[in-house]
């Protein structure tokens, strides 16, 4: 059997007994108000950990370049203007002018 096969299968079941075992759980009980407030910054700090991984990342280290330029001003346009698409053709251009510019 393929491994990807698998590996998709396996988080789906992940997913599914995770979604389940909370009712399950709780039983009908009220959730307290500081739990609710500490899962609601969960959402959030895992899409910073991940596109912080991916505009860090190269290969097996850490490295700065053409693609953490273009994350940053995406970013930037992002915050600034309110919009996705801008955000993402300023990051896509500015990330190939550098990877023009330095020849990578």
Same mark, same amino acid.
């Not at 991940?50 to 850490?62: C, E, K, N, P, S």
């Given at each position: 059997m393929n491994t990807a096969l698998v590996l998709v299968g396996g988080c789906a079941l992940v997913t599914a007994a995770i979604k389940v075992a909370g009712p399950i759980a709780l039983g009908g009980r009220v959730v307290p108000a500081a739990f609710t407030a500490i899962v609601l910054l969960l959402a959030p700090a895992l899409l910073a950990a991940?596109?912080?991984? &991916? *505009? #860090?990342? %190269? $290969? $097996?280290? #850490? *490295?700065? +370049? *053409? %693609?953490? *330029?273009g994350v940053v001003t995406g970013g930037l346009v992002a915050v600034r203007s309110g919009s996705v698409v801008a955000a993402v053709v300023v990051a896509a251009a500015v990330a190939a002018g550098l990877r023009a510019a330095? +020849? &990578?």
């Open positions: 991940l596109v912080v991984t &991916q *505009a #860090l990342a %190269d $290969g $097996g280290r #850490l *490295a700065v +370049g *053409a %693609d953490t *330029a330095t +020849g &990578q």
